[in-house]
C-alpha cells in the first residue's frame, strides 16, 4: 500500500520560510513526476511545483524565484523550500506522485501571517 506522508508545515510570519517533506512509502512504479499542489480555502486546488524523473522542474507563477523543489529518488522523497512567504501562500499544502497511478498525501496545513 503507497502512504504519502508530509511533514513542515506550520505558522510563519510573513517574509519567512519553511521546508516541506514528503516521504513516500510503499510500491511505486515509474515515478514520472513529485510535486506539490495546494488548496486555500474557498479555491480550487492549484499546482505549485513539479519535477520529473529527470529532474526538470516546474513552478507556478506565483512561487518562482521564491519556492525551490527537489527530490531524493533513492528515498522517494520529495521537498519543497519555501522563502519570503506571503500571507497569500496559506493553505494546505499537498504532495503528488505520478507514476503508473497518481497518488497524493493528506496534506499539511501553512499558515501565513502578515
Known amino acids: 500500500q503507497v502512504q504519502l506522508v508530509e511533514s513542515g508545515g506550520g505558522l510563519v510570519q510573513a517574509g519567512g520560510s519553511l521546508r516541506l517533506s514528503c516521504v513516500a512509502s510503499?510500491?511505486?512504479?515509474?515515478?514520472?513526476?513529485m510535486g506539490w499542489y495546494r488548496q486555500a480555502p474557498g479555491k480550487q486546488r492549484e499546482l505549485v511545483a513539479t519535477i520529473s524523473s529527470g529532474g526538470s522542474t516546474n513552478y507556478a507563477d506565483s512561487g518562482k524565484g521564491r519556492f525551490t523543489i527537489t527530490k531524493d529518488g533513492a528515498k522517494n522523497t520529495v521537498y519543497l523550500q519555501m522563502n519570503s512567504l506571503k500571507p497569500e501562500d496559506t493553505a494546505v499544502y499537498y504532495c503528488?506522485?505520478?507514476?503508473?497511478?497518481?497518488?497524493w498525501g493528506q496534506g499539511t496545513q501553512v499558515t501565513v501571517s502578515s
Open positions: 503528488n506522485i505520478q507514476g503508473v497511478k497518481t497518488y
Open positions: 510503499g510500491s511505486i512504479f515509474s515515478i514520472r513526476a
